[in-house]
């Protein structure tokens, strides 16, 4: 069951109207790696969790934590389209409110179909898409994607940061940098908890090392010109989790044969070879 508070987590008032603003804001609420998404992704996960108490736990405190942020980024996109378009627009504005949108950089959308307020989008007007999230259930794996949607939704937002002198939108997006920064620490920390446990950092921990190739479970191959890869710690001394030793290959080794094709049924109408 979820609660609603009617006061959001953080205050999300800009000091003035900004319709370009907000369609750049956008992305941070239906992107890829806007809030929608690790809303529903931490709260599948939540959902689907059958390992630790401690684990759904925190899945529920982030997810619902997320909600918040949905709404505080849908409270700041309605009062950035508040008056919108500005006031060189609005002879404009009275005629033809669709075109005024478009010549202030306004997505017309949010005043055609959302009428002033966010939409479940991108920046660009795609839709939001569950194929953006992860829930696997293993917590290893999952907490990796986790870690990378906190890292990849952070650098979102410091961009979006830079792009605007609106003091109250600096000061909610600085709320929502602090929390991914320890968003992302605490990924990290459930991530290397459950190495620790496992005993391994290679998901999935149970599947027996015997059924793989071991023979190049831990090669680098070059497979680009120059070797400057051979360079990092992937390359050289003990493997990351305990059990091998990396080496760099400095010309790929060939395993196969060249695949030679039989001929696709007549009725397929394939492209015969030369002489069938």
């Known amino acids: 069951m979820f609660y609603h508070i009617k006061e959001l987590q953080y205050e999300a008032k800009p000091s003035k109207p900004d319709p370009l603003y907000a369609k750049k804001l956008q992305e941070v609420l239906g992107g890829q790696y806007g809030e929608i998404s690790v809303m529903m992704q931490y709260l599948f996960q939540g959902f689907n969790c059958r390992a630790d108490q401690k684990y759904r736990d925190l899945l529920f405190d982030i997810g619902t934590e997320e909600i918040g942020h949905v709404e505080m980024l849908a409270t700041m996109i309605a009062r950035l389209l508040d008056k919108a378009p500005v006031k060189e627009q609005e002879q404009?504005?009275?005629?033809?409110?669709?075109?005024?949108?478009?010549?202030?950089g306004m997505n017309p959308q949010h005043a055609i179909v959302a009428g002033l307020g966010a939409m479940a989008a991108d920046s660009q007007?795609?839709?939001?898409?569950?194929?953006?999230?992860?829930?696997?259930?293993?917590?290893?794996?999952?907490?990796?994607?986790n870690l990378n949607a906190e890292s990849q939704g952070r650098l979102q937002v410091t961009r979006l940061y830079e792009m605007t002198d609106d003091r109250g939108v600096k000061d909610m997006l600085s709320f929502l940098i602090a929390r991914d920064t320890y968003h992302q620490n605490m990924?990290?920390?459930a991530i290397k908890e459950l190495e620790e446990r496992e005993g391994d950092v290679v998901v999935p921990t149970t599947f027996p090392r015997s059924l793989e190739k071991q023979q190049v479970s831990y090669d680098l191959f070059n497979f680009s010109r120059?070797?400057?890869?051979?360079?990092?710690?992937?390359?050289?001394?003990?493997?990351?989790?305990g059990k091998g030793e990396f080496r760099y290959i400095s010309a790929p080794v060939?395993?196969?044969?060249?695949?030679?094709?039989?001929?696709?049924?007549?009725?397929?109408?394939?492209?015969p070879k030369k002489g069938e």
């Open 92 to 104: 404009a504005y009275q005629s033809d409110p669709a075109l005024a949108a478009v010549m202030g």
């Open 125 to 145: 007007g795609y839709p939001w898409n569950a194929k953006y999230i992860i829930a696997s259930g293993n917590l290893m794996a999952d907490f990796r994607a």
């Open 187 to 189: 990924w990290l920390a």
């Open 226 to 241: 120059g070797e400057e890869s051979k360079q990092g710690r992937w390359a050289h001394g003990r493997s990351m989790d």
């Open 254 to 271: 060939v395993f196969g044969s060249a695949p030679k094709l039989k001929p696709a049924p007549k009725e397929l109408f394939n492209t």
